[in-house]
């Protein structure tokens, strides 16, 4: 796959973590796009370290979909821990 259709996949990868882990975050929809892109990254890496499989087949694989999403939620969770206490102080 090219960098297009990573940047892509990252992106819808990060519009429905965070419709899956609703609330308010401290960043805007740029955060929420990095964090996509970041975890669709992340996602095909730990499938394949974790698995060994290839986990990023193809741009319509279903197994590309979810690791992309699994990385973008870990991600966004831990965005969330790290930059919780700060929107509070």
């Known amino acids: 796959m090219g960098i297009i259709a990573w940047i892509l996949i990252g992106?819808?990868?990060?519009?429905?973590?965070?419709?899956?882990m609703p609330g308010r975050d401290p960043?805007?929809?740029?955060?929420?796009?990095?964090?996509?892109?970041?975890?669709?990254l992340l996602g095909g890496w730990l499938g394949k370290v974790i698995f060994g499989v290839d986990s990023i087949d193809g741009f319509f694989d279903l197994s590309t979909w979810i690791a992309a999403i699994i990385g973008s939620l870990i991600l966004l969770a831990l965005y969330r821990v790290f930059t919780g206490?700060?929107?509070?102080a």
């Open 11 to 20: 992106l819808l990868a990060g519009i429905i973590a965070k419709a899956l």
């Open 27 to 40: 960043g805007g929809i740029i955060i929420t796009m990095l964090i996509g892109i970041a975890g669709g």
């Open 85 to 88: 206490n700060r929107r509070r």
